[in-house]
């Protein structure tokens, strides 16, 4: 520390830094010069009047580093922001290069696929390369020459998508209809399934006795009974795979009579037979309606009333007829009526049968197919005559 008086008999203190300075008295105010003290014993610089004249000085400003200066920062920045503004110019020129080669390749894109016949791939690619095109793509004479033509081939194409897409909306909902149709469908065979299943389980309670008599009225209104008369017990519904090659068989016939009708005749037939052939595609586990199958084979034997003489569908029906041979291989049971033209079948387990039976003599012939329905265990009497014959035929006349 360096001591030093003041004019005004102050004594004060200053620090050895600030040798050969100037500072401020703090009780006049009057400038001090500072000496260079000599060296002095380590006992005086130890002492300390109190009062510190560094804090009076004037702090020296320091010195800055090169790089703060501002002729240095100035001409460092204008390079850098000439250097900045190239490399955004050429980010821009690549970005717009890169733009239109895109442009181009989808447009090249779009010519192979028109060219293979992939109309709506070509289509789709041609408004994609329209939909990236910028006004200031007009100045290239690559882009625009190309933009112009994929114009010209979107509108060429446009009627042919717009047909294309107007198919595939019908397909869609053709698909959809026939999706609802097979839902539908599976649902009314479960519908039906539940119905067999519930009847099944209700039927398997009960069984009775069937029985009944066979006469007919003749023109004379007399009574004449039937004796030795063959009468069929047949499930209403039966399995259609116990029924394929009998199905087959109507099917052949119905499309051979159809050869030898003409016109209208032969359309009807045709249709017959189309019957038959839809019933033959069915699932195999399904049922079929065995009076609506009846129903269709005496169509097929004896035609309607304009394609046969009632001599015609007299033989038709006597000699070899295809339902006649059927029926016995496929009911229940079967009954001979008696000498009083009585018939009988004993313990017949519940469910839903017709009786089948046909009478034929040298003139005439009678067929029944009387509905019948086992649902209790009580007798059920069921009448062979002439007001429940489905066709009462006389071979030469009415």
């Known amino acids: 520390m360096i001591d030093v008086t003041c004019r005004c008999g102050k004594l004060l ?43 009076q000085l004037p702090a020296e400003p320091l010195s800055r580093p090169f790089w703060k200066d501002p002729v240095f920062i100035v001409g460092a920045t204008v390079p850098a922001v000439v250097l900045l503004a190239f490399f955004v110019y050429l980010a821009i020129q690549r970005a717009g290069r890169v733009h239109r080669e895109q442009i181009i390749s989808i447009k090249t894109d779009a010519d192979r696929d028109r060219l293979a ?19 200031k793509d007009l100045a290239d004479e690559t882009v625009r020459p190309a933009i112009e033509e994929a114009k ?29 149709e097979k839902a539908e469908e599976a649902e009314r065979v479960q519908a039906a399934l539940a119905r067999d299943k519930e009847e099944a389980e209700r039927y398997a309670k009960v069984s009775a006795d069937v029985t009944g008599g066979a006469w007919i009225v003749n023109k004379l209104g007399k009574s004449d009974i039937i004796r030795g008369l063959n ?14 090659r009998p ?45 609506y199958f009846y129903t269709l084979a005496r169509q097929a034997a004896i035609g309607d009333e304009s394609t046969r003489s009632n001599n015609g569908k007299f033989r038709a ?10 029926v016995p291989k496929v009911s229940a049971a079967k009954a001979i009526s008696n000498i009083d033209g009585k018939y009988q079948f004993e313990n017949v387990p519940g469910g ?11 003139h005439a012939l009678v067929e029944w197919v009387v509905p019948l329905e086992v649902a209790t265990t009580s007798p059920i009497a069921k009448d062979l005559f002439n007001d429940n014959a489905v066709l009462i035929l006389n071979k030469d006349g009415d």
């Open 231 to 244: 009468v069929y017990l047949v499930k209403l519904k039966m399995p259609r795979d116990e029924l394929s």
């Open 247 to 291: 199905i087959e068989a109507f099917e052949f016939l119905t499309r051979e009579q159809a050869k030898k009708m003409q016109d209208s005749h032969t359309a009807a037939f045709t249709r017959l037979a189309d019957h038959f052939a839809e019933m033959g595609r069915q699932p195999s586990t399904d049922k079929i309606d065995m009076a």
């Open 152 to 180: 010209t081939h979107r509108l060429k194409l446009e009627p042919i998508v717009t047909a294309q897409l107007e198919r595939e909306q019908k397909e869609r909902e053709r698909l959809q209809a026939e999706a609802k």
């Open 317 to 326: 029906i006597t000699q070899d007829d295809p339902w006649t041979v059927l």
């Open 352 to 362: 839903r049968y017709f009786i089948y039976s046909l009478h034929a003599t040298e």
């Open 117 to 135: 016949g992939k109309i709506k791939a070509a289509y789709d690619k041609y408004d994609q390369a329209i939909s990236l095109f910028e006004p």
């Open 13 to 55: 203190r200053a620090k050895n830094e600030s040798a050969g300075k100037s500072a401020k008295c703090p009780k006049c105010g009057e400038s001090i010069d500072i000496p260079i003290p000599p060296i002095v014993s380590n006992q005086a610089n130890r002492m300390d009047l109190g009062i510190d004249l560094a804090a």
